[in-house]
């Protein structure tokens, strides 16, 4: 199976998991599925948040309202004042609707916020708390946006080179796309944080993969900021519930374990601001 980046067909193996294989393409690095699931497997698992192996995997998850802060601080860093007077914005595959909530927060009341998202029970999550969600085919879709966000969904997408180019086909003039993806795939298979969540995710990147495709798809890169990983930020109450454990019997803290991580996976949440480049 070639890479999706290079074309490249020579790869090594990197790790197994949930009964499927990853490799790494030995021309760029990527890492990624070397038997994903089929397009009709992956479409209804997105459906249903149910996705197959030799273990099922559920991925509807629940709202999560501590992510609504860590998105108002990508967008403090990301964008300046006054960016979304007047915008209209797409969040595509927008979960629970977290990120749709800090978007409203931090810009006008000109802003006019839409989500898409496959999994019917996050589309009725965020409905149920009024955010105005449902499923947008890009394929059929003829409305322009000012900008597009897209976190979070990168790995699981079969084909991001051609997913990309349809998202700049519904930006208007010098709109922008907001991606967040991991910047993991420089990691060897020891070092990589587990579980891959496998078939879930299907490929691993890097900031140079993904931004390479964006430009080669029609995007220049404005910003690329990176991020603790959420699972291995050391936050202060997840601190002081460790320390507390060295105190007690019978109780394991993790604190070398949270430590360690915390410095290997200081700067793989990546958030890269692209604008359309008009043909």
């Keep these: 199976m070639a890479c999706y980046n290079c074309r490249t067909t020579d790869s090594a193996y990197y790790a197994e998991e949930n009964g499927y294989t990853l490799i790494k393409c030995a021309g760029c690095g990527l890492v990624y599925l070397k038997n ?3 397009l009709s497997e992956i479409t209804q698992a997105h459906v ?12 509807t998850g629940k709202y999560n309202p501590a992510a609504i802060k860590r998105y108002r601080r990508v967008l403090r860093d990301l964008f300046p ?6 915008c209209s914005w797409l969040d595509i595959g927008c979960g629970h609707g977290e990120f749709i909530e800090a978007l409203t927060q931090a810009g006008p ?35 322009f946006y000012n900008g597009v966000s897209l976190l979070n969904v990168y790995s699981h997408l079969p084909d991001p080179p051609a997913f990309l180019a349809k998202i700049r086909n519904i930006l208007a003039p010098d709109g922008e796309l907001l991606l967040e993806t991991g910047d993991t795939a420089r990691f060897s298979a020891a070092d990589h944080y ?22 080669r798809v029609g995007f220049e ?13 050391l936050s202060p109450v997840r601190l002081g519930k460790e320390l507390i454990k060295v105190f007690l019997p019978h109780m394991k803290s993790r604190l070398t374990t949270l430590f360690s991580d915390a410095c290997k996976y200081s700067a793989t949440d990546m958030y890269i601001r692209a604008r359309k480049i008009s043909a």
């Design 194 to 215: 587990r579980p891959f969540y496998l078939p879930d995710h299907i490929s691993f990147a890097s900031e140079e993969i993904v931004t390479d495709i964006l430009r």
């Design 48 to 59: 249903q948040g149910l996705h197959h192996g030799e273990k099922t995997i559920q991925t």
């Design 109 to 143: 009341n000109s802003l006019h916020i839409v989500g898409s998202e496959p999994n019917i029970h996050k589309q009725h999550s965020a409905s149920a708390r009024g955010l105005d969600v449902s499923f947008i085919d890009l394929d059929s879709h003829e409305r």
């Design 221 to 233: 890169i404005v910003a690329v900021r990176k991020y603790p990983h959420p699972d291995v930020e």
């Design 36 to 38: 994903p699931p089929g």
């Design 81 to 86: 004042a006054g960016f979304y007077d007047n």
